[in-house]
């Protein structure tokens, strides 16, 4: 019997216990053998611990957001590449560390990664057209772009760019703005994360 990849061994356990940051390196291993995918997971503890620094032991979830969002996109200069969108590097997780710019889906993916490791409980959302993460928080939910530096995302800003993605008349009797945003605000599994990245790359 052929022995599963690590890739297909990682993706072989139930979803919550699958590594997504390790998960998107291995693909990433496959554009660039030989790869060291622990040096980045090493480079991944490392900024968390840096980032935790910047915290107080009584910070709250806002206060670990608006840390996150400093520390990744204004400390880093993390940013979304919207002048060279289609370079397959955007969507491989080390070059995003690399170059510290990325797509949606990738800087997404870092951004998950640095919050759960300061106790921020983000998920992704597979949003037409465009990745998002959010967050539960008292009486709703906190929606960000990371591609945008972490914005919040009101509900107009949402609906905004539904209408920019989905087609005349293919709601049904309901137009864009009468649909209930919860049902585009699910939260994606680590599979379907790494599936829309694969997804990313084939099309690219």
Do not use: W
């Amino acid at each position: 019997m052929a022995q599963l990849s690590p890739f297909a061994r990682l993706i072989d356990r139930i979803d919550v216990r699958i590594d997504l940051a390790r998960a998107c390196l291995l693909i990433a291993e496959d554009a660039y053998p030989g790869l060291d995918v622990e040096q980045y997971m090493t480079e991944l503890e490392r900024l968390a611990l840096r980032l935790r620094a910047c915290l107080s032991q009584s910070a709250g979830a806002a206060e670990k957001v608006i840390a996150l969002n400093q520390f990744l996109f204004d400390e880093l200069g993390y940013s979304g590449n919207a002048e060279d969108y289609y370079d397959p590097r955007n969507s491989y997780l080390n070059e995003v560390m690399d170059r510290r710019t990325g797509v949606p889906l990738t800087l997404s993916v870092l951004y998950m990664e640095l919050g759960r490791r300061i106790g921020l409980p983000l998920e992704g959302v597979s949003f037409p057209g465009h990745f998002l993460v959010r967050m539960k928080v008292r009486g709703g939910m906190l929606v960000l772009d990371p591609f945008a530096g972490g914005e919040p995302q009101s509900e107009r800003d949402l609906r905004e760019r539904l209408q920019r993605v989905v087609p005349a008349g293919a709601t049904g009797p309901l137009p864009v703005s009468e649909l209930p945003l919860e049902q585009f605000l699910e939260p994606a599994s680590n599979r379907q994360i790494l599936a829309r990245l694969l997804r990313n790359l084939k099309s690219i």
